[in-house]
DNA sequence: ACTATCCCCTGACGGC
DNA sequence: TGCCGTCAGGGGATAG
């Protein structure tokens, strides 16, 4: 599941190698990548001979800048992945690809078809939004931003107009170590443990980036290496094993259709 | 403003 | 062997 730790892996792999190329060629089999009634011949017309200026993200967003007035915008969602110089033999559920200059090929392999690209006019790349990033969010802008809303503190770590990069891993490893619960309206924390969320946050994605994301089934880096942050995940997919921190058994439960995994004893 | 629920899609897995 | 139900989870839509 692609998180802020992950596209920010698949983004410093492929800035260098795409920066300066040409747009050659567009290909798709999935109309429904583009979304909002766009086409790959809508997109095609902007993108092609076009050269990609630079390679950034958002959030989970990867964001590709064209030498035009547009950004490309790819979201993985859960089980997509970005291929650099794919083999065409090898691999099945490519969605879209990009041929540049130089004999190089980006392709989008997405099994279920979640993940999207979307053109995006730059003036409409607000510094509103980067400013929600969770490694660019103040703590002021965070704090007020919770303090506003009574859901679920999981929940709320989750919503990307609240804070945009962290899905259902790494918030549950974020309140691991802030000793937070997640069933916790957002209103009800005051400043000290907001402040716990906040520095957790980052700590997490940073250590998380570090290790190159977390592969569990789907994701990988362009080269088909795998992240390592999995195995030193504290709380996520470890029902039932001891916590790190206490030994407490640790308790998954369903907050919102997800799953959420906790410490009973130091997360309160 | 917020909650609850469904949907998109495919593959893995357990039960029988 | 294979059929069926369930689950994985981001985000958009919709009803309340």
Not at 111 to 129: C, H, P, T
Not at 230 to 246: L, M, N
């Amino acid at each position: 599941m692609p998180e802020l730790p992950e596209a920010e892996t698949i983004v410093k792999y492929l800035r260098p190698k795409i920066r300066g190329k040409r747009v050659l060629k567009l290909w798709s089999n999935t109309p429904r990548l583009f979304r909002q009634g766009k086409n790959l011949h809508k997109i095609s017309i902007l993108i092609k001979g076009k050269t990609i200026l630079d390679t950034t993200r958002v959030g989970k967003n990867i964001v590709l800048a064209l030498n035009n007035q547009y950004n490309l915008y790819i979201h993985l969602m859960m089980t997509g992945k970005l291929l650099w110089n794919y083999s065409k033999l090898r691999e099945r559920h490519i969605r879209f690809s990009m041929e540049l200059n130089g004999k190089n090929t980006l392709a989008l392999h997405d099994i279920r078809k979640f993940g999207w690209i979307r053109l995006i006019k730059k003036e409409n790349f607000s510094d509103a939004r980067v400013n929600k990033d969770a490694l660019s969010i103040s703590f002021e802008d965070f704090k007020n931003s919770l303090n506003l809303r009574k859901m679920k503190i999981k929940n709320a770590l989750l919503n990307q107009k609240i804070v945009q990069g962290i899905g259902n891993i790494y918030s549950d490893e974020i309140l691991w170590y802030a000793g937070i619960e997640p069933l916790r309206p957002a209103n009800s924390l005051n400043s000290k443990k907001i402040k716990r969320i906040y520095s957790a946050m980052k700590k997490v994605l940073k250590m998380a980036i570090r290790k190159g994301g977390t592969s569990m089934r789907d994701y990988r880096k362009p080269n088909g290496k795998k992240g390592g942050y999995y195995p030193i995940r504290r709380v996520y997919q470890r029902e039932g094993e001891k916590c790190a921190r206490d030994g407490a058994i640790i308790k998954r439960i369903k907050i919102g259709g997800r799953s959420a995994h906790f410490c009973p004893y130091h997360q309160t």
